[in-house]
């Protein structure tokens, strides 16, 4: 089955700092990548989303890059505000899949 | 339209004893799924259903069962509950297979 490593486990920037987290995947045949955002308490809420067929998608603040060739995908957080302080949950789906895989997710910490 | 409804939020439960989570949906999803979160771990899969009277295993689905016999709910069944079950619990919803899964508020759940 698929299985997605996401790094870094804990993120601490800067209000108005740039933010990166990464993810890998193993299924080759993985062709939608969703991102959650989860602030503390409450529910997992998508936020953004790739497809296969793209190679970078941006939503104002937020943006998210696709490397299939690598296997990798990340998402790049610009100009960020203490709102933006969350657990952020990375996920790929394979071909045929109607089931996300989540890595296991990063903490984002923005600092006033 | 109320979304994806769990009940209850927080249980306490004894080493032994069984229950069952309830999971609802008003939206006329055809996927949802069962999802452990756990400190570190992500959100783990535990059983998931593509339409009624269809279910399925995910990675960790020993001592849980699922039922689907309706579209609009989704049970999740502890049939002898262990320490090891302690977490928080999430059922999500979708009408397009992985695409914009929408996740219920949650079901903390401790074993005593």
């Known amino acids: 089955g698929e299985n997605v490593e996401q790094h870094p486990s804990t993120l601490s920037v800067q209000e108005g700092d740039s933010a990166v987290i990464k993810c890998t995947y193993s299924?080759?045949?993985?062709?939608?990548f969703p991102w959650y955002k989860q602030e503390l308490g409450k529910r997992p809420q998508l936020i953004i989303d790739?497809?296969?067929?793209?190679g970078e998608k941006k939503d104002q603040r937020i943006a998210v890059t696709l490397n299939k060739t690598a296997k990798h995908f990340s998402l790049h957080i610009t100009e960020t505000q203490p709102e933006d302080s969350a657990v952020y949950f990375c996920a790929a789906v394979s071909g045929g899949s109607y089931i996300p895989t989540f890595g296991r997710g990063t903490s984002l910490i923005v600092h006033p | 339209n109320a979304g994806v409804t769990q009940t209850p939020k927080f249980q306490v439960l004894k080493t032994g004893q069984s229950m069952t989570l309830q999971c609802a949906q008003d939206m006329n999803h055809e996927y949802m799924s069962w999802y452990r979160q756990d400190p570190g771990m992500g959100l783990r899969l535990i059983h998931y259903?593509?339409?009624?009277?269809?279910?399925d295993q995910g990675e960790v689905p020993n001592g849980y069962n699922v039922s689907r016999s309706t579209t609009e709910d989704f049970p999740l069944r502890l049939l002898s509950a262990a320490p090891s079950q302690t977490s928080v619990y999430f059922c999500?919803?979708?009408?397009?297979?992985?695409?914009?899964?929408?996740f219920g508020s949650g079901t903390r759940l401790t074993v005593v």
């Open positions: 299924d080759s045949a993985s062709n939608y």
């Open positions: 999500a919803s979708s009408d397009k297979g992985p695409y914009g899964y929408t």
């Open positions: 790739i497809r296969s067929n793209v």
């Open positions: 259903s593509v339409g009624a009277g269809i279910t």
